[in-house]
């Protein structure tokens, strides 16, 4: 079974930085994209930032500039850089990613979150 374990939250004040880190485990064969998505309350998910396999990169607007996506794959790990956060970047930040393993076709996965909380 695959699983995305995401940790790094926590609570910052504004202007700080924080670094997310999902794993991914379990019987993968390969990887390919794999994405931040957030979640804030009252508002709709938001594609925060996408990893190709071939570590090309792409950033929602909000973030260009101060967020950083990056990837080991030799981990199945991907990263989210976080610096000179807002209180508008507080939200839920989930992994997603698209997965082949040995048990299934291509298909994307979902960590279960992890609150980012940023204090002005």
């Known amino acids: 079974q695959v699983q995305l374990v995401e940790s790094g939250g926590g609570l910052v004040h504004a202007g700080g930085s924080l670094r997310l880190s999902c794993a991914a485990s379990?019987?993968?064969?390969?990887?390919?994209?794999m994405r931040w998505y957030r979640h804030a309350p009252g508002k709709q998910r938001e594609l925060v930032a996408t990893?190709?396999?071939?570590?090309?990169?792409s950033y929602a607007d909000s973030v260009k500039g101060r967020f950083t996506i990056s990837r080991d794959n030799a981990k199945n790990t991907v990263y989210l850089q976080m610096n000179s956060l807002k209180p508008e970047d507080t939200a839920v930040y989930y992994c997603?990613?698209?997965?082949?393993?040995?048990?299934?076709?291509?298909?994307?996965?979902w960590g279960q979150g992890t609150q980012v909380t940023v204090s002005s």
């Open positions: 997603n990613a698209d997965i082949l393993s040995y048990r299934s076709s291509l298909r994307d996965y």
């Open positions: 379990g019987k993968i064969s390969s990887i390919n994209a």
């Open positions: 990893i190709t396999r071939n570590s090309s990169t």
